[in-house]
């Protein structure tokens, strides 16, 4: 039962989505992974949205350089674990909802046990080693995963639905991460953060995901926005074995 404050909480955008839409998000899991630029978008409007459970993974901590673009921190949570200062914050925008934090990588032994618990996977990382391991862990387990990556004026975006859509690998087999930070401006990861925002919202409604087998390239500095038809590949080694049946 959606009870009568959460009704008037989400007044918004319950003509859009229903009670039983509502009801839906409530009890949704979302496994966020990475909480610096793009996860400082995405996170607050899944809360503000009322996704019931809010899984955060990042094994980072706040620095000066990560306030231009990680706007869910402030000069206070400077030296801060990010995933224990966002939740924290989070939970101060909806106190109604379970946010759950944890400080590790993608390859801690225990992370495969989040990814098997979500309904949903949204990638907010910066690197593509780790991402290459989330992609995995999301197509193992049949588990959609909503993909963003940003760079200086520039993002891209993808949703992943395993046994339908290509997935990361079919789209960049081979990537090398560099060696040093990305150049970024701010606003660019607050867009691509909210176009993942609205696909892992589409995804726990049961809606099918715009971007799924379409990467969207988004171009800030010229205000462009391009899609492009993906292809999944029957040879992929991650997910080339899976099909429709799956």
């Known amino acids: 039962m959606v009870r009568e404050y959460t009704l008037e909480r989400y007044a918004r955008q319950l003509p859009l989505i229903g009670i039983d839409g509502q009801r839906k998000l409530l009890k949704s899991t979302a496994l966020v992974v990475g909480a610096g630029g793009l996860g400082s978008s995405v996170l607050p409007y899944l809360v503000a949205a009322g996704v019931g459970r809010i899984l955060i993974v990042d094994k980072g901590y706040v620095d000066l350089p990560d306030l231009n673009r990680q706007v ?40 495969e046990e989040l990814v098997m618990s979500a309904d949903v996977i ?16 999301a197509v193992k387990h049949l588990k959609p995963l909503v993909h963003a990556g940003v760079q200086e004026f520039y993002g891209q975006a993808t949703t992943v639905i395993p046994g339908q859509t290509p997935c990361l690998k079919c789209i960049v087999p081979k990537a090398s991460d560099r060696g040093e930070p990305i150049p970024i401006i701010g606003f660019t990861p607050a867009v691509l953060g909210s176009i993942e925002a609205s696909e892992v919202i589409k995804i726990l409604l049961g809606e099918k995901p715009a971007l799924a087998g379409i990467l969207l390239v988004v171009d800030l500095k010229n205000v462009e926005f391009s899609k492009i038809r993906i292809v999944k590949k029957s040879d992929c080694p991650v997910c080339g074995a899976y099909t429709s049946a799956s």
């Open 122 to 137: 949204v990638d907010c990382l910066d690197n593509w080693t780790a991402r290459f391991v989330l992609n995995e862990l």
């Open 72 to 111: 869910l921190y402030s000069e206070d949570d400077l030296g801060k674990a990010k995933a224990i200062a966002a939740a924290e914050r989070l939970r101060r925008l909806n106190s109604s909802i379970s946010i759950v934090s944890y400080i590790m990588d993608v390859t801690d032994k225990h992370f």
